[in-house]
C-alpha cells in the first residue's frame, strides 16, 4: 500500500510542478501583453476588423465620457506625449492600454490615432491622448479612476470634447481620495 501511495504521491508532485511552470510561463507571457494584464473592460471590447477597439460615447457623472463599446470609461495620462506613453510595466496592469486603431462609433468627434508602445504594440489615442482603461472599474458606467494621482502622474476620464479638466480638478479630489485600492505602483 505504501508503494502505490508513495507512486500516487510522487504523480501528483510531477503534475503540481508542471502546472507551476506552465502557469509562470503563460503568467509572464499574459503581463507583457496590456489587454490580458489589466481588466475584463480592456478584452470585453469588440475588436474592429484591423484588431483595434470600438470607441463610443456614455453620459458619466452628468459628464459625455469616451468609453469601449462595453461602456467602460476611457482615460488618459498627464505625463504621457501625443507620441509616447509613460505608463508602462506594471502600471500598464492597473490601467491596459486601448489597442489600436481604434474605430468610432455614433457621437465620438475627436481625432483618432494610433502609437505604438515600447513593446511594440499599437495604442489608440483620442485627440493626441493615449488611452487606457482602468482595472478598478469592475462594471460599465463607472470612472473610478477620474482624477486620481498615481503612475507618476494623474489620470483623467476622456471627456467627448477632449478638454483638459481645470487646474485643480484633479488634483483636489485626488489629494483627499483614498480610491485606487492602494495601488501604491
Keep these: 500500500m505504501r508503494k502505490i ?3 500516487a504521491g510522487l504523480a501528483a508532485l510531477a503534475l503540481a510542478v508542471s502546472a507551476c511552470g506552465s502557469s509562470s510561463s503563460s503568467s509572464a507571457a499574459s503581463s507583457s501583453t496590456p489587454a490580458a494584464a489589466g481588466s475584463s473592460s480592456a478584452s470585453s471590447a469588440p475588436a474592429s476588423s484591423s484588431g483595434g477597439t470600438a470607441l463610443d460615447v456614455k453620459t458619466i457623472g452628468g459628464q459625455q465620457v469616451v468609453t469601449n463599446s462595453a461602456g467602460f470609461t476611457v482615460y488618459w ?4 506625449t501625443s507620441t509616447t506613453s509613460k505608463c508602462t510595466g506594471s502600471c ?3 490601467w491596459p492600454p486601448v489597442k489600436g486603431p481604434a474605430t468610432a462609433m455614433s457621437g465620438v468627434t475627436g481625432k483618432l490615432g494610433t502609437i505604438t508602445r515600447p513593446d511594440g504594440t499599437t495604442q489608440a489615442t483620442y485627440d493626441g491622448h493615449p488611452l487606457y482603461t482602468y482595472a478598478g472599474d469592475t462594471a460599465p458606467g463607472q470612472a473610478k479612476g477620474n482624477g486620481l494621482n498615481v503612475s507618476g502622474g494623474l489620470w483623467y476620464e476622456m471627456t467627448v470634447s477632449g478638454a483638459t479638466p481645470a487646474a485643480g480638478a484633479g488634483a483636489s479630489a485626488s489629494a483627499t481620495s483614498t480610491k485606487g485600492g492602494g495601488y501604491g505602483y
Design 5 to 7: 501511495w508513495g507512486a
Design 77 to 80: 495620462f498627464a505625463p504621457d
Design 92 to 94: 500598464a496592469t492597473y
